[in-house]
């Protein structure tokens, strides 16, 4: 981990992998890294579309066999990895009642065990990185108690634990670890939940009323935040949780009022 501040294109000559890197905040993050200068691949189930992203290479953060080849791929067509954001995610809406034992074990299994898995397979290439960075997608959920949102919280709480735990464990091996919490992101998972409500209008305008800045975090500004952290220009930040949420959690502000009717 440089203490050397670097200038000019901040990512010239460094090596991303982005995992769930062919849509939403994966995709968002991908292809502004690579705007900054970085050669970045993605980790998907589907090919990121044609673009600034160097390519995709085909696993699923479950299949502990795909995941290790699929990383050995990378590295070999990048020439080594530097950068790695853990963005593949899953959702899921419900109370301890809704949802079954086999849900709760997958939806942790992708959000959670999926990290391990990528991370562990990257570590022998970071260890070689002189600017080593890992950047976890968290979420507002990890620190505000939302209804409907049991699974997908006690996930993303795992997640904050989980980046700080290694955090410590690798900062001596030169490997920083951090991780962003987004808000309600506009996103095509929010686009698919608010096209099965009863009244989708009314359910995105309470999802934006929620947020102190009255809409939907951008997949591109939670792009820049992990950019942020996985700039070798951060390599004093460590360990840390970067909120992309409108001031969700830490402003107490009056509800906004809803639109007048009519």
């Known amino acids: 981990m440089s203490g050397q501040v670097v200038s000019g294109a901040p990512f010239d000559g ?4 982005v995992t769930g890197g062919a849509s939403g905040i994966g995709l968002a993050t991908a292809e502004h890294l690579a705007g900054l200068g970085a050669t970045v691949l993605a980790l998907d189930i589907a090919p990121a579309p044609d673009g600034p992203v160097a390519g995709t290479v085909l696993a699923d953060v479950t299949d502990p066999v795909g995941v290790n080849r699929a990383v050995d791929e990378a590295a070999a067509r990048l020439g080594g990895i530097d950068v790695l954001v853990n963005n593949a995610g899953i959702g899921a809406q419900g109370t301890v009642e809704d949802n079954p034992d086999e849900q709760w074990h997958h939806v942790f299994d992708v959000n ?17 990185s002189p600017h080593a960075a890992v950047v976890n997608t968290c979420s507002i959920a990890a620190t505000a ?13 795992a997640v904050l634990s989980l980046t700080l735990a290694m955090a410590a464990d690798h900062l001596h091996e030169g490997i920083r670890v951090n ?8 996103t095509p998972w929010v686009g698919r939940l608010l096209a099965v409500a009863d009244d989708p209008g009314a359910e ?31 390599g ?7 909120a992309v949420d409108g001031g969700m959690s830490g402003l107490r502000l009056p509800p906004r009022p809803a639109p007048a009717q009519g």
Request: hydrophobic fraction near 45%; proline fraction near 6%.
């Open 145 to 157: 108690g939302l209804p409907r949102r049991a699974l997908y919280s006690a996930t993303k709480g």
């Open 204 to 234: 995105r305008a309470a999802l934006e009323r929620r947020q102190p800045h009255g809409r939907l975090v951008s997949a591109e500004e939670v792009a820049v935040a992990i950019a942020y952290l996985a700039s070798p220009a951060a």
């Open 14 to 17: 460094i090596r991303a992998l």
């Open 236 to 242: 004093s930040t460590t360990g840390m949780s970067l």
């Open 112 to 128: 959670v065990v999926g990290i391990v898995r990528v991370t562990r397979a990257c570590l022998p290439y970071l260890r070689r």
């Open 179 to 186: 991780c962003v919490n987004p808000g309600t992101v506009d």
